[in-house]
């Protein structure tokens, strides 16, 4: 698929039909996103995907309000096969701009709180990103949605070691084609009317 057509054309998926997604177009669809750009080429980001019924129904449990949960038992986003949680280390980071050759960073041994910009949140929202690109140019559909629940809850259920912290999660599987609603009809704000690409000044 043309470039183009898979920005234009993504929008996030909120229905999905329950058929399985081959663990290799995950794996292909993974790989891509971890190809983003990363700070200091740091790496810093890691993926864990979930596939299993039993597990995606712990994921599920470890993330949502118990109120929707007992209410949205068959939900279009809860049928999604897989589900991916997007992972940083902030001392991946903070190590890697503590190395000799960024002695002349700005960043150089600063202190995960003295970072303007946190990199490892930019690092993981490009390979998210990507990895919403990378669904879409699959066929498949994706919802980046946030946690309902403190992330450490599913963290701990899965095994993840403390230093490691989430953004959110990305619902992927094949869209359920009955429901989904077409480009452009997505609730909410309409954009804006003022230009939001500004050139040469303000
Ligand atoms: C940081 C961020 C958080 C979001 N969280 C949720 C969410 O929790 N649940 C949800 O349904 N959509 C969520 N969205 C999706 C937005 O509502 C969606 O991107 C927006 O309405 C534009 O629609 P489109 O992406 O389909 O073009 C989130 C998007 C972003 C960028």
């Not at 669809?29 to 190809?35: D, E, I, W």
């Not at 929707?68 to 096969?81: F, I, Q």
């Not at 700005?106 to 930019?122: C, E, I, R």
Request: aromatic share 8%; charged share 25%; net charge neutral.
């Amino acid at each position: 698929m043309d470039m183009s057509d898979v920005i234009l054309n993504r929008r996030m998926t909120r229905d999905f039909s329950r058929r399985k997604i081959p663990s290799e177009i995950v794996m292909s669809v993974c790989r891509l996103a971890l190809r983003a750009p990363t700070a200091g080429n740091c790496h810093g980001v890691e993926l864990l995907t979930i596939a299993d019924d039993d597990l995606l129904a712990t994921f599920w449990k470890a993330t949502s309000d118990e109120q929707w949960l007992e209410k949205n038992t068959d939900s279009g986003v809860r049928r999604a096969p897989t589900v991916i949680v997007p992972l940083y280390c902030s001392e991946s980071y903070t190590q890697r701009y503590a190395m000799d050759d960024k002695a002349g960073s700005a960043l150089y041994k600063k202190p995960a709180a003295d970072w303007n910009v946190p990199f490892w949140l930019t690092d993981t929202s490009f390979a998210t990103m990507t990895l919403l690109l990378a669904a879409q140019d699959h066929g498949l559909g994706a919802l980046f949605f946030q946690l309902h629940r403190p992330e450490r809850v599913l963290l701990d259920a899965f095994g993840i070691p403390q230093e490691y912290k989430t953004i959110g999660a990305i619902a992927l599987g094949y869209p359920d084609e009955k429901k989904n609603v077409s480009p452009g009809t997505t609730k909410g704000l309409s954009a804006p009317s003022h230009p939001r690409i500004h050139i040469d000044h303000w």
